[in-house]
């Protein structure tokens, strides 16, 4: 079954098609990763499927109900982390938590402890009662995250979730979020500007641009499709034409260039290809001194579709929830 399903949406603002006859499914259970440039249709595409705004056209499902016909239903079946910290500052972890339940009208037994439950999973239990105000960033971000989750959502809609922290907290976000999808099927979608959170945690990415969806797989998919390939490069204390030749011959390598005592060799998936290629180079009587690879990247792959640097971005990023919603698109 899909927890999403999108057909032909479309959203006009009078003479502007910001999103153009979008469709893709994404199935329950699944961690979907949506990237973009500022102006894509991002920002107007998720505004409509968590219920912000009303399409124009097409037709949008999120957990079985249209987003246009039943609004209530799909927010009742979904969790939003926005970007911007929502917490009140001036209550506790456990009392934010609680509100929040009590907003879905979770019995107040069932909803505290539902609250206990997921403060333990993300190591909160000791600060439940402390003013979310005496909490560090990375604290703060985990009670976003579990404070969404209180009436058992079935999709969870995250934007940039570890947006400012360091790496040992995007790590345990990272974590967390893994185990809360395995716990109950949980559905999320997310939107990111770190490749490697979306390369690490989602099963498949699409990117979106002019208002349409150009690319759409998992994350080693897309970067399959680029004309450039992984490159393993391999230091030789003596590089000569038997090594060449007997390498180009193998049905991995796209391309070997040679320079001195080094061989730059295109393969797919570079690391996978060390050990038989480096087992070649022995078996034709060479020797290895030293060996990288250069792999490709989501970044890459968003610069091959876009035409430019995701980090050109970052600084200029707006939250889907909070954003007006019209993409500039005429002036990116």
Not at 130 to 146: K, Q
């Amino acid at each position: 079954m899909n927890s999403i399903e999108v057909h032909e949406l479309t959203k006009r603002f009078g003479g502007l098609t910001a999103v153009k006859e979008v469709s893709f499914t994404v199935a329950a259970g699944e961690f979907f990763g949506l990237l973009g440039p500022n102006g894509a249709g991002k920002t107007t595409l998720i505004r409509m499927l968590t219920t912000l705004l009303r399409p124009s056209s097409g037709r949008a499902l999120v957990a079985g109900f249209d987003v246009a016909k039943k609004p209530d239903d799909v927010r009742r079946s979904i969790g939003v982390v926005p970007q911007a910290m929502t917490s009140d500052l001036d209550l506790t972890g456990f009392e934010n938590m609680d509100i929040y339940g009590n907003f879905y009208g979770i019995p107040r037994k069932q909803r505290r402890e539902r609250i206990r439950r997921l403060l333990d999973m993300v190591g909160l239990t000791q600060r439940a009662g402390s003013l979310v105000a005496t909490y560090s960033g990375g604290m703060r971000r985990r009670l976003e995250i579990v404070k969404a989750l209180v009436h058992r959502p079935r999709i969870l809609f995250l934007d940039e979730p570890t947006l400012g922290l360091d790496p040992q907290s995007r790590r345990n976000v990272w974590n967390f979020l893994e185990d809360f999808k395995r716990e109950d099927n949980l559905t999320i979608f997310l939107t990111t500007h770190y490749m490697e959170e979306a390369e690490s945690l989602c099963d498949r990415v699409g990117i979106i641009d002019y208002g349409s969806i150009i690319a759409l797989d998992s994350p080693e998919g897309l970067k399959s499709k680029l004309p450039e390939k992984d490159v393993v490069i391999f230091e030789l204390p003596d590089v000569n034409d038997t090594i060449v030749e007997g390498l180009g011959k193998l049905d991995i390598v796209h391309n070997i260039v040679r320079k001195d005592s080094t061989l730059r060799i295109s393969v797919d998936n570079g690391s996978r290809m060390v050990p038989p290629l480096m087992g070649e180079i022995y078996r034709l009587g060479g020797s290895v001194r030293s060996v990288v690879v250069e792999k490709q990247s989501l970044e890459d792959v968003f610069i091959h579709y876009t035409g430019r640097s995701i980090r050109d971005e970052e600084a200029r990023k707006v939250s889907f929830l909070t954003g007006a919603g019209v993409p500039q698109k005429w002036g990116r």
